[in-house]
C-alpha cells in the first residue's frame, strides 16, 4: 500500500462514523443477508478510516460495520488513511458513496453538511467528485420537499432536475402531486416545465372576475392533448371536446375503433 495508508484490525467500539457519511437508511434485509455472509466468510473488502483524537473516523463501509457487530465480530479489518485535514474528506466519502445506492436525499444531506462546516466551496467539491454544481444545488434544494414527495421521487426514480421544475410551483402539495404525476405518466423534467408553463400562460390569460380553477387541473389538460396529439400523427383518428363551467371542466376523448 501506499505511504498515506496502511492495513490494520480495529475494534469496532473505536471507530465512529464519519459527520459527512451521506447514506442515512440501511435496508434491514439486505443488511441481515450481509451479516449472515460476514458470520460465515468475515469481511473481505476493508472499511475505510482515518485517525482522529485517539480514534478512527470511518470513511467508507458503514454497511460493513453495522453487520459485523450483528455477526457478533469485534474487531473488523481496515485501511488506515492519513489524511491530515477536512479539505480533502469530501472527495473521499463521497467517492466511496458513489459505488453504493444511496438516495439523491442523503448526497444532499451529505452535501450541505459538507457546504455548511465551510470545508469547502460548492464549485470545489463538484470539481472534486465529477460533477456540476447546479446538481449539487439542486440536491441541497431538494430537502426542502415534504416528506411525502421525498418518498414519491424513489418510487418513481425521478432525477433532482424533476424535482427542480416540480419546485418551480411553490404550493407544496402541489409539488407533490405534480411529481407524482410526471413519474406514473414517465415525464422528462422538460415535458414538466413544458406543461407548468402552459398551465402558468393560461392562468395569466384569465379574467380576473372569472373563478379561478386548481392550476395542476390545467396541466393534466394539456397532457391529454399532447396525447392525441401524438395519436393521430402516429395514425390513429382521435379527438377531444372540452366544455367548462364554473364548477366543473368536461374533457372527452374520443377514438376510432
Known amino acids: 500500500m ?5 492495513l490494520k484490525y480495529i475494534e469496532i467500539d473505536k471507530i465512529k462514523v464519519c459527520p459527512n457519511q451521506p447514506r442515512s437508511f ?6 441481515q443477508g450481509l451479516a449472515d455472509s460476514v458470520r460465515r466468510y468475515g469481511i473481505i473488502e476493508p472499511v475505510c478510516v482515518r485517525r482522529v483524537r485517539g480514534k478512527y473516523e470511518l470513511i467508507s463501509g458503514e454497511r460493513r460495520i453495522r ?11 481496515a485501511i488506515v488513511r492519513f489524511i491530515k485535514n477536512d479539505s480533502a474528506l469530501p472527495a473521499v466519502v463521497l467517492g466511496n458513496s458513489a459505488r453504493q445506492n444511496i438516495s439523491l436525499f442523503d448526497e444532499g444531506q451529505a452535501f450541505k453538511n459538507i457546504v455548511e462546516r465551510s470545508i469547502i466551496t460548492r464549485a470545489e467539491l463538484a470539481s472534486r467528485i465529477g460533477t456540476s454544481e447546479e446538481s449539487i444545488l439542486a440536491k441541497i434544494e431538494a430537502l426542502g420537499l415534504t416528506e411525502k ?3 414519491i421521487v424513489p418510487a418513481y426514480n425521478l432525477s433532482e432536475w424533476h424535482i427542480v421544475e416540480a419546485m418551480r410551483i411553490k404550493d407544496k402539495h402541489k409539488q407533490e402531486e405534480i411529481l407524482k404525476f410526471a413519474g406514473e405518466g414517465r415525464l422528462s423534467p422538460d415535458k414538466i416545465r413544458q406543461l407548468i408553463m402552459s398551465a402558468e400562460n393560461e392562468e395569466q390569460a384569465d379574467v380576473p372576475t372569472r373563478k379561478q380553477v386548481v392550476r395542476n387541473e390545467k ?26 363551467d364554473d364548477e366543473f371542466i368536461r374533457f372527452t376523448v374520443e377514438i376510432k375503433k
Open 2 to 6: 501506499g505511504n498515506n495508508m496502511k
Open 26 to 31: 440501511f435496508d434491514p434485509v439486505l443488511l
Open 67 to 77: 453487520a459485523a457487530r450483528m455477526a457478533g465480530l469485534r474487531r473488523v479489518p
Open 149 to 151: 414527495a421525498k418518498r
Open 219 to 244: 396541466i393534466y389538460i394539456n397532457t391529454i392533448r399532447h396525447t392525441v396529439s401524438m395519436m393521430n400523427e402516429a395514425g390513429s383518428v382521435a379527438r377531444t371536446t372540452e366544455k367548462e
